[in-house]
């Protein structure tokens, strides 16, 4: 079964950007139609595709009328509806016309029309002068509440009970946790170390025997030479680790209890005496 959502714009930017939205949505242009009173350009996006769009070669005259037409078609006994919507449509800048394939698909289209600033039918008629049959502009809302009371063709009444449920579900989100972050510093340190050196010493001592034969041996030019040593201190290093610092994670599980409230939707049936029904009802 085809549904057929209308969504009214102050401003043509307003019904092209729904457009796209519906588009973005899934909902073939096709089955959207884009309607400006004001339209005075030949636009080929394909956003501005709408059947019922009127430009500057119509006159105020014709537009009036394809949108009394219009409606009437689309409320075709529902003259009070028809003629609501095309008076709304008549102070409105824009029109947007879905065709949608099924309820779910029409409810979707209604919430991105409504996103994208949809006026309110009654409110726009009611604030542009138009008086109507109805009395309750809210009894002709195409999201009635779903506890309304319905009655069908077999005078059969009907209430909808409606219950909610607790859903709980787990999402992750940060709660902290820990860097490592490195450093190089430095400190001064100190050591002793015991150092040797040596030192030549000359010493003269006068001496009176006679030469002997290793005396004479030894009487001839030459150098005798001792040397002088001492030690210096040797410095180095040598990188040791002594120490390791580790990052790691420790699962741990709780149980925590949701705690809210949830609706459900209660009938209570009374009995009506005969004196309790209306005047002009014929079961009294």
């Given at each position: 079964?085809?549904?057929?959502?209308?969504?009214?714009?102050?401003?043509?930017?307003?019904?092209?950007?729904?457009?796209?939205?519906?588009?973005?949505?899934?909902?073939?242009?096709?089955?959207?139609?884009?309607?400006?009173?004001?339209?005075?350009t030949t636009d080929t996006n394909?956003?501005?595709?709408?059947?019922?769009?009127?430009?500057?070669?119509?006159?105020?005259?014709?537009?009036?009328?394809?949108?009394?037409?219009?409606?009437?078609?689309?409320?075709?006994?529902?003259?009070?509806?028809?003629?609501?919507?095309?008076?709304?449509?008549?102070?409105?800048?824009?029109?947007?016309?879905?065709?949608?394939?099924?309820?779910?698909?029409?409810?979707?289209?209604?919430?991105?029309?409504?996103r994208c600033g949809a006026v309110?039918?009654?409110?726009?008629?009611?604030?542009?002068?138009?008086?109507?049959?109805?009395?309750?502009?809210?009894?002709?809302?195409?999201?009635?509440?779903?506890?309304?009371?319905?009655?069908?063709?077999?005078?059969?009444?009907?209430?909808?009970?409606?219950?909610?449920?607790?859903?709980?579900?787990?999402?992750?989100?940060?709660?902290?946790?820990?860097?490592?972050?490195?450093?190089?510093?430095?400190?001064?340190?100190?050591?002793?170390?015991?150092?040797?050196?040596?030192?030549?010493?000359?010493?003269?001592?006068?001496?009176?025997?006679?030469?002997?034969?290793?005396?004479?041996?030894?009487?001839?030019?030459?150098?005798?030479?001792?040397?002088?040593?001492?030690?210096?201190?040797?410095?180095?290093?040598?990188?040791?680790?002594?120490?390791?610092?580790?990052?790691?994670?420790?699962?741990?599980?709780?149980?925590?209890?949701?705690?809210?409230?949830?609706?459900?939707?209660?009938?209570?049936?009374?009995?009506?005496?005969?004196?309790?029904?209306?005047?002009?009802?014929?079961?009294?």
């Amino acid at each position: 079964m085809t549904h057929t959502v209308i969504g009214m714009f102050d401003t043509a930017d307003q019904a092209k950007s729904a457009a796209q939205q519906l588009a973005s949505a899934g909902f073939s242009l096709d089955h959207v139609d884009v309607a400006s009173r004001n339209d005075d350009t030949t636009d080929t996006n394909d956003v501005n595709r709408g059947r019922y769009r009127s430009n500057t070669n119509r006159t105020e005259e014709s537009s009036t009328d394809s949108i009394g037409d219009f409606f009437s078609n689309l409320f075709s006994d529902d003259d009070d509806n028809a003629n609501r919507y095309a008076h709304a449509a008549r102070e409105s800048g824009s029109l947007v016309t879905v065709h949608a394939h099924s309820d779910e698909n029409a409810r979707q289209a209604a919430e991105i029309l409504d996103r994208c600033g949809a006026v309110d039918v009654n409110e726009r008629a009611e604030q542009s002068g138009y008086k109507g049959k109805a009395t309750n502009a809210n009894a002709n809302n195409a999201n009635a509440n779903a506890n309304a009371t319905n009655q069908n063709t077999n005078d059969q009444v009907s209430a909808k009970v409606i219950e909610e449920n607790l859903q709980v579900g787990k999402r992750v989100e940060q709660t902290g946790g820990a860097r490592l972050r490195s450093r190089i510093i430095e400190r001064p340190v100190e050591a002793s170390v015991r150092l040797r050196e040596e030192h030549v010493n000359v010493n003269r001592k006068p001496v009176d025997r006679p030469a002997s034969e290793a005396d004479f041996e030894a009487f001839k030019e030459g150098n005798i030479e001792v040397t002088e040593s001492a030690e210096r201190a040797v410095v180095g290093k040598e990188a040791r680790v002594v120490e390791e610092v580790t990052l790691g994670k420790e699962v741990t599980e709780r149980e925590e209890t949701i705690h809210d409230t949830v609706r459900k939707t209660e009938v209570d049936v009374e009995k009506l005496n005969n004196n309790d029904r209306p005047a002009g009802d014929p079961r009294r």
